[in-house]
């Protein structure tokens, strides 16, 4: 912005000319007056950047028309034209807020001088006022935009599905959202600002937090976990939560966590594999069906052989039927239990045992089946496991399993070449989890019967098999927190590993 | 003279039933556990009749029912295919066998699905052999 109009305020009406002359080719634009009081006039009317004034007029003179425009703009730039050595009129001037003087007789440099350095203070008023201004407007943005964020943010806090709880660096409580109150049941107004993190938290939950505090100086988000939450008014809560520890220049200002309510999802799981329990068991309803047919007509077979005995008092018949229908009730009696078992929730029953007694007990239930069909059984039982705190009925049920499986494969193995043997190992691993092993030398799997290992309904044996073992085994061994290894070759023989974390070691 | 009937079947139970449907009939029983077995006694023994069950370890029943349809001195012994699996089911192991090997095997004498009642068995061995 130029500041270009310029008023010219003398009586003496030829210097006024002369002036207005020189500087209209400086390229000003001009106004004029020939007294003070048309000077003031003029002032008003044409509203010019500059003025300049004699002093000594009669009427108003220069001082009296400095001291209305001033009065009417104060930033208003006056230069006045004085006469050479009127100190008291140039103080009184200055008084009145004259930006300049010019003395006597007026020189064009000197007027052109004072022009420019009046042009230049009013350039930097105005670019003051227009960042002044602007910096108004900024401040006014940033605030409004500061202003919404914290709202939004409030509102995102309000309205999240996720309990959120900050603390600050004196664990005291200052963010909780109706969500977290719904969690743990403490009304906001209750907490917010007045509770620490020790009277919100159960001491276990507390204690996390406080060491992740102490421990973390990078501010990271640790990954989501899985607890319980005991609330104060009794409600155990299963919980995904995360949390944050906030630093400012590396000191701790607070930490803000987030929990996920898993009651419903733990219940919707939980009805999940019910269903699907269910849904497999029927499944499995045509594999049983040949298998319970199997049975029957095993029973019916054994009665038969009982009748003839009976019929004719022969001890021999009567013994060898009779063998049939109680061999064939076991297998009833087998079926159901696996049946039960598969569609039962069951937890594991964890006791002190020694998992090589089982092992033994098993290998005694299946010497004879092996021995009849060519099979021989080793071992190798570790006796530095010793007692551990396991579910023995899990260990039981899944090597019985196995081990018929193993005895089966050599059963159904070609080549008749083979020394058939089946290896039963007991062992600690590296990782301190108990590990029992059934190794056979037997006609092993393909790629297919593998992937259906623990399919229900699926069995390579048959009418044989009720499709039951390996489920059975797999279901056991799940809620044992175990895993299941398998290794197999067609034609060489199966291996099946079962790893079991151990509860705890008895030391004594 | 009682005539001879080869019993070959992997179930001990289905075993005693058979062998004592065979005694109260006044026939002579022999039995096999497999089809391994059950060749060397029709080769050994030479019976008048087979019992044979088809699903054995190691495919036997198919293989041992196969070979004495094949062998132009056995295939006149008659077999009792005796299973716990549907006929169509055999004989379209059969079917897809003889696709596979050439040739064709003749269908099954008599086929009886497991369970049987006692009668029924004696029935059919009586038709076929007397």
């Not at chain 1, 310029?6 to 020939?34: C, F, H, P, Q, W």
């Not at chain 2, 109260?24 to 023994?45: F, R, S, T």
């Not at chain 2, 029924?120 to 038709?127: D, G, P, S």
């Amino acid at each position: 912005m130029s500041a270009n109009k310029i008023l010219l305020v003398d009586d003496e009406e030829i210097i006024v000319k002369l002036l207005s002359m020189s500087l209209r080719s400086d390229g000003y634009e001009i106004v004029t007056a020939n007294s003070g009081e048309q000077g003031l006039e003029v002032f008003k009317a044409e509203d010019p950047d500059i003025v300049v004034t004699d002093i000594k007029m009669p009427g108003m003179d220069g001082l009296e028309l400095l001291k209305r425009i001033k009065e009417i703009d104060s930033e208003k730039e006056v230069i006045i034209v004085t006469g050479h050595g009127d100190i008291d009129s140039t103080i009184a001037a200055l008084q009145l807020g004259a930006s300049d003087f010019i003395n006597k007789p007026v020189r064009d440099e000197a007027l052109a001088i004072a022009l420019k350095r009046a042009k230049a203070k009013i350039s930097i008023r105005e670019k003051l006022e227009e960042y002044t201004e602007n910096l108004e407007s900024k401040v006014r943005e940033a605030t409004e935009e500061i202003r919404q964020k914290s709202n939004f943010q409030r509102l995102l806090i309000r309205s999240s599905n996720d309990a959120i709880v900050a603390f600050d660096h004196d664990w005291k409580v200052v963010v909780y959202n109706p969500e977290a109150a719904k969690m743990f049941g403490e009304a906001a107004k209750d907490v917010r600002n007045k509770m620490k993190i020790d009277d919100l938290y159960t001491p276990k939950i507390a204690q996390i937090f406080k060491k992740q505090a102490k421990e973390d100086k990078q501010q990271n988000t640790f990954p989501w976990k899985e607890n319980i939450i005991n609330t104060k008014d009794g409600r155990q809560i299963p919980v995904r939560y995360t949390s944050n520890v906030l630093h400012k220049k590396g000191d701790f200002v607070g930490t803000v966590s987030f929990f996920q309510d898993l009651t419903d999802i733990k219940r919707l799981e939980k009805e999940l594999v019910q269903s699907e329990r269910l849904a497999a068991v029927g499944q499995t309803v045509s594999g049983l069906a040949h298998y319970v047919k199997n049975i029957l007509i095993g029973l019916k077979g054994g009665s038969y052989v009982v009748d003839v005995g009976i019929r004719n008092n022969n001890t021999e018949k009567l013994i060898t039927g009779w063998e049939t229908i109680k061999n064939n009730i076991k297998r009833v009696g087998d079926l159901t239990q696996d049946l039960l078992t598969y569609s039962k929730q069951r937890e594991p029953e964890f006791e002190l045992c020694d998992p090589n007694d089982v092992a033994n007990d098993v290998i005694e239930l299946v010497i004879d089946t092996a021995k009849s069909n060519g099979v021989s059984i080793t071992k190798e039982l570790d006796p530095g496991i010793g007692e551990v705190v396991l579910d023995p009925q899990t260990i039981h049920r899944s090597l019985l399993n196995l081990i018929n499986n193993a005895i089966d494969a050599c059963i159904e193995d070609e080549d008749l070449s083979k020394e058939h043997e089946v290896m039963i190992k007991t062992y600690k691993d590296k990782n301190n989890m108990f590990c029992f092993e059934v190794k056979d030398n037997g006609c092993g799997m393909d790629e297919d019967i593998q992937k259906q290992l623990f399919d229900p309904m699926f069995s390579s044996k048959g009418g044989k098999g009720t499709g039951l073992g390996l489920l059975v085994t797999g279901k056991l061994i799940e809620e044992h927190k175990g895993i299941i290894e398998t290794e197999t070759s067609p034609g060489d023989g199966s291996t099946f590993r079962i790893k079991l974390p151990i509860e705890k070691v008895d030391n004594g | 003279m009682s005539k001879k009937v080869l019993v070959v079947d992997d179930d001990p139970d289905v075993r005693s039933f058979v062998v004592t449907v065979l005694e109260e009939n006044q026939y002579i029983p022999l039995v096999a556990q497999d089809g391994v077995e059950g060749l060397e006694m029709i080769e050994k023994e030479q019976p008048d009749l087979v019992i044979l069950d088809v699903l054995m370890p190691r495919g036997s029943g198919i293989r041992l029912y196969r070979k004495v349809k094949t062998d132009e001195e056995l295939k006149k012994i008659p077999i009792i295919m005796f299973t716990g699996i549907a006929l169509r089911s055999f004989l379209k192991s059969q079917k897809a066998l003889d696709e596979f090997k050439g040739g064709e095997v003749p269908k099954p004498d008599v086929y009886l699905e497991k369970p049987i009642e006692p009668d029924e068995l004696a029935l059919a061995i009586k038709k076929k052999i007397g």
